[in-house]
């Protein structure tokens, strides 16, 4: 089922509910019975794009950046985690498509479970097509993943502005590697390390010691940082 978006005047479509065939491999992965990790596929597209970005502390710590398009998560696993400085790029693995619920996930996925370890939500909000043409927000986006030349605009509690994604070459060809690059724009900032600055989650205000040890949020979910 199709939905009808709104950005800055422009109608936008967008999938509906993301099918089973999207989130096989996702769901081919987990054991639902284990991890607190949504299942998904159930609920529908908001009127905006949303993104989110995890910071993912697994076998290696990293950041999980998640940008919904046709009913899923695009995801892109970032070692280093997003950088405001346009003079860097940093590295994104590509991985597996996630469903839409995953963006409120943050927890501790057991040992043993693939990608075990803790998981907050570091940052979260809208996006959109970052391009600077006319285009279509969704069918823009679309070209752009499909050509390894995705150009986005956040809107999010910490990150904001203009990025791209450029695919690389290197890597195997079922998980490419892509190259995550800030914009220069009005919200770069070179020579930060916003990583650094932000230790605590955009939706619960907790360190990933008190996920970890299961400790009650220090503010209600969908407060604002």
């Not at 089973?20 to 639902?32: C, H, I, S, T």
């Not at 690389?168 to 919200?187: A, C, E, F, N, V």
């Not at 930060?192 to 009650?216: C, F, L, N, P």
């Amino acid at each position: 089922m199709k939905t009808e978006r709104r950005n800055g005047g422009k109608a936008e479509r967008g999938e509906g509910l993301a099918t089973g065939k999207q989130l096989a491999e996702y769901r081919r992965k987990r054991d639902f019975g284990r991890t607190a990790e949504p299942r998904g596929g159930r609920r529908r597209a908001a009127r905006k794009l949303q993104y989110v970005i995890q910071k993912h502390a697994a076998s290696h710590l990293h950041y999980d950046l998640r940008l919904e398009l046709d009913g899923v998560m695009k995801s892109w696993a970032v070692p280093k985690g997003p950088s405001l400085d346009p003079s860097v790029k940093r590295l994104a693995m590509e991985v597996e498509d996630h469903p839409i619920e995953y963006n409120q996930f943050e927890g501790t996925i057991p040992k043993g479970e693939y990608g075990g370890g803790t998981v907050m939500v570091w940052d979260r909000g809208t996006y959109t097509y970052g391009g600077e043409d006319d285009a279509e927000p969704v069918e823009a986006l679309r070209r752009g993943y499909q050509k390894g030349d995705f150009k986005f605009r956040l809107d999010g509690d910490r990150l904001k502005g203009s990025w791209v994604l450029v695919r690389t070459r290197r890597g195997d060809p079922r998980r490419p590697q892509w190259l995550l690059i800030k914009h220069r724009d009005d919200s770069a900032e070179p020579g930060s390390e916003v990583v650094e600055e932000y230790q605590t989650s955009a939706a619960t205000g907790r360190t990933m010691d008190e996920i970890a040890a299961g400790r009650k949020p220090r503010r209600r979910r969908g407060a604002r940082t």
